[in-house]
């Protein structure tokens, strides 16, 4: 598998995480077992769908997608996508 499509792999990826994540967030999980349950559920939906990394990358593909995970949630964040109690958009 070529560098390109590793690449292409991971951005696919990324867009399974933003449901999972609103669907884990909606259940007000605490942060690490959120992620914890949110990488549990992206690699039973790739595996789902057929998305397959190569071989030499199995062994680093958690803590891949946990970076992958840790972005898209970040990115969310800045954007203000995500309400979290004791902020506030009022006054």
Request: charged share 40%; hydrophobic share 40%; proline share 7%.
């Given at each position: 598998m070529s560098f390109f499509?590793?690449?292409?792999?991971l951005v696919t990826a990324a867009g399974f995480i933003v449901p999972l994540a609103l669907?884990?967030?909606?259940?007000?999980?605490?942060?690490?077992?959120?992620?914890?349950a949110v990488l549990a559920q992206l690699k039973a939906q790739l595996d789902k769908?057929?998305?397959?990394?190569?071989?030499?990358?199995?062994r680093f593909i958690d803590p891949i997608l946990e970076l992958l995970i840790d972005a898209v949630v970040f990115w969310l964040n800045k954007t203000g996508f995500f309400e979290h109690g004791g902020e506030s958009s009022e006054g």
């Open positions: 499509k590793v690449l292409n792999a669907l884990f967030e909606a259940e007000e999980i605490p942060g690490e077992e959120k992620k914890k769908v057929g998305l397959k990394f190569p071989e030499w990358l199995q």
